[in-house]
Structure formats: structure tokens, C-alpha cells
């Protein structure tokens, strides 16, 4: 089982366009989800590292989801996609950030390509926004 904390931020530009930055923690510098043993031990997880929950945890193919108030302090006490190499050692748990078009139509096709981004099996970060798309 993996917990996926993720949290929405309004782009001030964007929001004419509905285009969102999500941003999923995750480590081995951004590229896998955390792995848990349960839904307990992932709300464990957000006690510890101080995230504050908007909703109840989301629970769906052995994943579970954790919408992250973006408002919370701690955030900024974690290291940023930006802030590391890609081959960084020791690796590194991190926010990292992508862009959500909020409307259905999705004219340029902007989500689909994170489809091809997996952070765990058998699971994209496509799979991940859209499980949260009605909460942002």
C-alpha cells in the first residue's frame, strides 16, 4: 500500500484558463510514491510531518490519497522539486509540482501527459489528480 499527500494552488494568471499546480509527495527525489501497511499508518505519516487534511483519506487500488490544506506551515520545511538533482544521495523525500487543467475539455491535452510520469505500480500522476479533481 502507498500513501500520496497532494496539495492545489491556485495560479493567480491561470485561473482565466483553469489551469492549477498540484503538487505530490513523494521520495526517492519525486519519482515514487511512500510506501505504508495501512490507512492508519498513512494518517500516521500526515500527524508526523504536520500536514493538515482537508478531507478524509482516499482510499482506491491499495493507494491511499490525502488532499494536504495548502495553508499548513510545515510545507515549507520539506524540499521542493526545484531544490534537488535528480541523482541526489542520500535521496530525498519531496513536493512535486504539475499542472492540472481543471476543464473537462482539456483542449491541449495537458493531462494526458502525465500519464506517461508513474510513481508507483501501475499508477501515474494522472491516475493520482484525477482521483482529486472535484476537491481542488
Not at 79 to 98: C, L
Amino acid at each position: 500500500m502507498f500513501v500520496i499527500p497532494v496539495l492545489a494552488v491556485p495560479l493567480q494568471k491561470m485561473v482565466s484558463v483553469n489551469i492549477i499546480q498540484i503538487w505530490v509527495f513523494l521520495e526517492r527525489n519525486g519519482t515514487h510514491a511512500i510506501h505504508v501497511e495501512n490507512v492508519e499508518e498513512a494518517l500516521h505519516f500526515a500527524r508526523e510531518n504536520g500536514f493538515s487534511l482537508m478531507m478524509e483519506p482516499v482510499v482506491n487500488n491499495n493507494i491511499v490519497y490525502l488532499l494536504v490544506d495548502p495553508k499548513c506551515k510545515e510545507l515549507k520545511s520539506f524540499y521542493s522539486w526545484g531544490e534537488i538533482q535528480m541523482n541526489d544521495m542520500p535521496m530525498k523525500e519531496v513536493w512535486r509540482p504539475f499542472l492540472w487543467v481543471r476543464d473537462t475539455t482539456d483542449i491541449w491535452g495537458t493531462n494526458q501527459y502525465l500519464n506517461d510520469i508513474k510513481v508507483g505500480p501501475n499508477v501515474s500522476v494522472y491516475d493520482v489528480l484525477t482521483h482529486f479533481e472535484s476537491g481542488f
